[in-house]
């Protein structure tokens, strides 16, 4: 039977494997381990690809929103809104730190929050929005960051799944994800779209302030060794995943080229089969941001999602939800977030949404042993 899987590290390591173990040779010869010259080169590096005029890395995602929230000197209460559609970690740190986090509902079409859902959270108590470029495209962030700029709001992008992908404003700029609000962080986790073999993040920004306050606080709050002015915490990139990303980011840009390929198929072999979405709504691709398809996500119509998940499944085709529960019905939450409106659009999409395997490595044959699951699915009427 074939076996899909939701991507292929291994076959993606052994096309760049002479680059990667010369780099990771080279950190074990110097035994570098923390804080070898790789973590600056790859810092340098990152901040050309992206044009970030900082860039901070740490250990992971998750460190890189935390550490991003705790250098705006944010107050206990103070609220913080984020999609109550998206991965736990957006909304975590929030509640770690002691803020409230406000969740708002996402747009249906794109699964992100758009300032219609943050105008509709929004109190005197707001001090930041943390918007989460889901799946591989960026919000609207243009209108998100004049309602930030004229409300005195901070703004956290989560790109931690979009990095690559390019935001355009009306006057035809150009900027990377997770350059354009206060603070963006990204993940380097093995399975994102630039990722190490372990854990890895990184935070830009352009302000020089907050820039040196986030690498403070990534390093225990010192800017000089033994010399603690603020609580921090320790986050750091390690010298090989450094060493494997500057190698990898060399490639991001074919990876997000082979990644939108393999989706523009899944999407015109899907239109052709169901022209009129009587069974599955193939992603919205918005006009003013490029995707880098982090992952392909499906909506499966009238009720079938779990039935063609199983089906997929069984087959040995690879399919996943992201994700199946929003996060204003985690238990976690319950007493600690808030819903800033009715989260209708989350809570539909949680029993909607189907991702495909998408990555670098997927061929045209293994996507047509996918989409030959799914159309057999609906077609013998299981
Ligand atoms: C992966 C991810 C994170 C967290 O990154 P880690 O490196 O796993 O901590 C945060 N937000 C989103 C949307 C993610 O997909």
């Known amino acids: 039977m074939n076996e899909i899987k939701m991507l292929n590290l291994k076959g993606q390591y052994e096309k760049i ?18 804080n070898g010259p790789q973590v600056a080169d790859f810092g340098k590096h990152l901040a050309e690809f992206t044009g970030a005029g ?3 890395t740490c250990g992971n995602g998750t460190d890189a929103l935390q550490i991003a929230l705790m250098a705006l000197g944010l107050e206990k209460g103070d609220e913080v809104i984020v999609p109550a559609f998206t991965y736990v970690s957006s909304a975590e740190v929030i509640a770690l730190l002691g803020y409230t986090p406000v969740m708002v509902d996402v747009d249906p079409a794109t699964f992100e929050v758009s300032l219609e859902h943050i105008m509709a959270a929004y109190t005197k108590r707001t001090k930041a929005i943390i918007p989460v470029h889901l799946f591989g495209q960026n919000c609207d962030m243009e209108p998100i960051m004049q309602f930030a700029r004229s409300h005195g709001l901070y703004v956290i992008e989560d790109a931690a799944q979009s990095i690559g992908s390019e935001y ?37 920004t352009n302000d020089p302030d907050l820039a040196a306050r986030l690498k403070m606080i990534a390093n225990h709050g010192q800017k000089q060794k033994y010399h603690h002015s603020v609580i921090g915490c320790n986050s750091r990139l390690d010298t090989i995943q450094a060493a494997v990303l500057d190698v990898k980011l060399r490639h991001l840009g074919e990876y997000c080229m082979e990644r939108r390929a393999a989706a523009d198929y899944y999407t015109a072999c899907i239109k052709e089969w169901d022209p009129d979405c009587r069974f599955a709504e193939t992603p919205v691709v918005k006009g003013n941001t490029t995707h880098v398809f982090h992952q392909y996500t499906l909506k499966i119509k009238n009720g079938q999602r779990d ?8 087959n040995g085709i690879a399919a996943m939800i992201y994700y199946p529960l929003p996060l204003n019905r985690q238990k976690a939450f319950e007493g600690i977030a808030v819903e800033g409106e009715q989260l209708y659009n989350a809570a539909a999409l949680a ?3 189907l991702s495909l395997p998408v990555d670098t490595e ?6 047509d042993v996918v989409l030959k699951g799914i159309f057999d699915y609906f077609e013998t009427g299981k």
């Open 307 to 314: 039935g063609l998940k199983k089906y997929l499944n069984d």
């Open 17 to 34: 494997k002479e680059e990667v173990d010369v780099a990771v040779k080279k950190v074990m010869d110097s035994s570098a381990f923390i």
């Open 351 to 353: 029993k909607s949404v």
């Open 168 to 204: 355009i404003f009306s006057d035809g700029k150009r900027r990377q994800s997770g350059t354009m609000g206060d603070v963006g962080c990204t993940s380097f986790f093995p399975t994102k779209n630039l990722g190490c073999y372990g854990d890895g993040g990184a935070m830009f």
């Open 362 to 367: 997927i061929t045209r044959d293994m996507q």
């Open 54 to 56: 900082y860039v901070i």
